[in-house]
């Protein structure tokens, strides 16, 4: 509820915000309206950075709860007891279009959700599809460019931008298996409530015992999955470009709930070099009928934000939020990951980003960090150091739960790629393990876009096309001719 008379930001009452402060009835204005002033400032600066990807989104409350304690593969304690309900909030994005781009469009989708935990906030930071374009954190920068609009025109879909998607695309072999997925019908959708996510990087799980485990995280929508092909995703472009957003916040509204479940794949780091693919690969899936997906718990959305600016869009998420149980692998993408997000952050929000209600943990939060522009919640004392005595030598360290993993690293320093690159294989599955009505769809919506681009180009995704499966690369061939 909002009070019932207006006021300036400072408080006083205001009797008329409607008509300036003139001389005379005409004008001119007075430089002493303060109220005018006041309101015109900060209209000036309602706007802050948009992402610099995931731009547009929507974002919903709710919580986690796990079917049965995950203890034996993990100490992190919101993963312990099934009567337990962790707090979340979701943020469900387009990638590359900028804040008002249509929810329809052919993109990967991003699939990020803020565990709020006993331990502080864990960010399980995911997409709508399983695998990446890359594979090394240095080439993002390169990656998006690429996929954002021309910088000379700023025309995101013409045939210079495509040429330009596509010119890097050809260049990128190990993109292959990535666009078998996102050129399918699952890079077209209507709704958030029947999408998958997925972690895409691999994870670690750390029990009490310091035994540690990689993983791969998949949700799975409990309403099915549902898409639309291309020719419908354009079609609702036009009519209603927000479909996703609204369906999602109506959905919510109207009372009922959005649930999800979340799996896990696991597998023992000493297997790790025994896989004919690199499982630290993000641009690889492990096969589910030899690392089978294991049901963790469900998450309940049920609540919509009272205001986007303060909960969606000022929402930071980062694959670096961890809590005790779980940790980084060494998937060099994910390791990139843990850098960018929160300095994006410090930039996009500044630096006391975390102490916003959304991003806030709902634990205490106690150190001798301080001061920065817009701190609100400072760490209260006179000993804002440590080792302290004066304060009783708090905040102190935190007792280690459990006994810790402590890695062992040894290795040349190189800048090399992995030596398991098979850009091809899974790319062949996919297009061999979807149906005929999925296949063509996949040859269509590839001819579709890539007859935009040079012949020269052309020829080079063609390469990889065969490569990846001959019937698959010889249809796109066909087609472009065509
Ligand atoms: C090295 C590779 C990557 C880098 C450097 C990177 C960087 C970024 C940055 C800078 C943002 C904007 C964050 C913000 O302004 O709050 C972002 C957003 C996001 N990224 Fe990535 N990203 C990478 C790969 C990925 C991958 C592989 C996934 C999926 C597993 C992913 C999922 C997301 C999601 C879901 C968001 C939006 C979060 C939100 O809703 O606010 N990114 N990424």
């Known amino acids: 509820m909002r009070d019932e008379y207006l006021t300036t930001n400072q408080g006083e009452p205001v009797t008329d915000d409607q008509n300036s402060l003139t001389v005379g009835q005409r004008g001119p204005t007075l430089l002493q309206d303060i109220v005018l002033l006041e309101k015109l400032a900060h209209f000036d600066r309602e706007r802050i950075p948009e992402r610099v990807v995931h731009a547009k989104g929507a974002g919903a409350h709710g919580y986690f709860k796990v079917y049965k304690s995950m203890g034996s593969y993990t100490k992190a304690k919101f993963l312990q007891d099934p009567s337990k309900e962790t707090p979340v909030f979701v943020r469900f994005s387009v990638v590359i279009g900028s ?90 959708i209507k709704s958030y409530r029947f999408m998958e996510g997925f972690g895409v990087n691999t994870y670690k799980w750390i029990n009490a015992k310091g035994k540690a485990m990689l993983i791969k995280y998949h949700w799975k929508p409990l309403g099915g999955v549902q898409y639309i092909d291309s020719k419908e995703a354009k079609r609702l472009a036009g009519i209603d470009p927000d479909i996703a957003s609204r369906d999602l916040f109506n959905t919510l509204a109207s009372g009922k709930t959005v649930e999800y479940e979340l799996l896990i794949q696991m597998m023992n780091l000493k297997d790790q070099d025994k896989q004919d693919f690199d499982p630290l690969d993000a641009t690889k899936i492990w096969p589910e009928d030899k690392f089978p997906l294991m049901p963790v718990g469900k998450m309940v959305l049920n609540r919509n934000p009272q205001n986007f600016f303060a909960e969606v869009e000022q929402s930071a998420f980062c694959p670096a939020a961890i809590v005790p149980g779980i940790d980084f692998s060494n998937d060099k993408l994910l390791q990139g990951r843990i850098f960018s997000y929160g300095d994006t952050q410090r930039y996009r929000l500044g630096a006391n980003y975390l102490e916003l209600p959304i991003n806030r943990p709902k634990v205490p939060v106690n150190n001798n960090q301080q001061d920065g522009f817009m701190q609100i919640m400072p760490n209260m004392g006179s000993a804002n150091y440590y080792p302290n005595t004066i304060g009783g030598g708090l905040p102190k360290h935190a007792p280690e739960t459990g006994i810790p993993e402590n890695p062992y690293v040894e290795g040349k320093v190189v800048r090399e790629k992995i030596s398991k690159t098979d850009d091809y294989t899974q790319a062949g599955d996919r297009y061999r393990s979807m149906n005929k009505t999925e296949q063509d769809h996949l040859v269509s919506n590839i001819v579709e876009n890539l007859s935009c681009a040079d012949k020269a180009i052309q020829d080079r995704m063609l390469v990889h096309f065969k490569k990846a499966d001959k019937e698959f690369g010889n249809r796109i061939a066909k087609g472009l001719k065509g």
Not at 119 to 132: E, I, K, S
Request: overall charge negative.
């Open 99 to 188: 804040r008002g781009v249509a929810d329809t469009v052919r993109d990967v989708r991003g699939f990020a959700v803020k565990f709020y935990t006993e331990d502080g906030n864990y960010d399980l930071v995911g997409n709508n599809l399983p695998v990446f374009f890359i594979r090394d954190a240095i080439k993002f920068p390169d990656l998006i460019h690429a996929l954002k609009p021309d910088p000379v025109s700023n025309i995101p879909v013409d045939s210079a931008a495509n040429s330009r998607f596509w010119d890097y695309m050809s260049l990128i072999p190990e993109a292959t298996h990535m666009l078998t997925w996102v050129f399918s019908d699952l890079g077209t």
